[in-house]
């Protein structure tokens, strides 16, 4: 069993940094060899790219533009309206992919409209969302790109969110029925909504093209109390045969180099190479 490969989101990681070249570099220094972002749109691509490069980091994720957030927008893809915008950042985020070698997408399906009753929208919604995506899996193919969906809580973090569990979005690729769309698992969201982990991740491993964690309820560092054993589900993720970047998208209690305890844990008990923790300064 290979040990799992570990990604730090640097939108999240790393906040008493400024700026994504900074947060990247601490991230490289932090020993991590990948790194996650959620909007890179604020930098060029070139620049990210460098300072990707200079930190010795692979990106591994990116999500398409949110839309307007001013007016409450959190993705666009089964929003009613907004097809041509949901296609025109699908092409920025491509763009920036390519830049930045990066192989995933995180296609953001967004919320449903204020105002709106989420179960009789949900029809109108589910179309528009395949009519994306079949978009999307084409002009990704093109690219060797590989699109992403995830479902979001909408118990704590994001009442309005489209999509919300592991099932739903399962079922929406099923329908949509092209392999280089996946599913992206965020530990937090799917024990939020649904619990019964171990049975979740056995049922829906195959189609999961990218992980993410988080403790339960607080958010922290894997390490911080909560309600999930990390290393219980780490070993369960060893097990089941996943290859994919684990995602470190949490909001760190404290400094995050500190915090970061529980992932030099997991490099010592799996055999990371001593050599990588004295060169990155993490013994």
Known sequence: MAPLRFSANVSWLFPELAGLPARLRAAGGAGFEAAEVAWPYAESPEALARAARDAGLRLVLINTPPGDQEKGEMGLGAVPGRQAAFREG???????????????????AGRVPRGADRAAVRGEMETVLLENLRHAAAVLAQENLVGLLEPINTRITDPQYFLD???????????????????????????????NLTANIREFLPIVGHVQVAQVPGRGEPGSPGEL??????????????QGFVGCEYRPRGDTAEGLSWLRSY?????????????????
């Open 90 to 108: 699908l092409e920025q985020a491509v763009l920036y992919a390519k830049a930045l070698g990066c192989p995933s997408i995180h296609l953001m």
């Open 165 to 195: 569990t592991p099932q739903q979005a399962a079922a929406i690729l099923q329908k949509v029925g092209r392999p280089n769309l996946q599913l992206q698992m965020d530990i937090f969201h799917w024990q939020i909504m649904d619990g």
């Open 229 to 242: 054993d990390f290393s219980y589900l780490f070993q369960l993720l060893e097990d089941e045969g996943y």
């Open 267 to 283: 490099w010592d008990t799996r055999g990371r190479p001593r050599a990588d923790l004295h060169t990155t300064g993490m013994q």
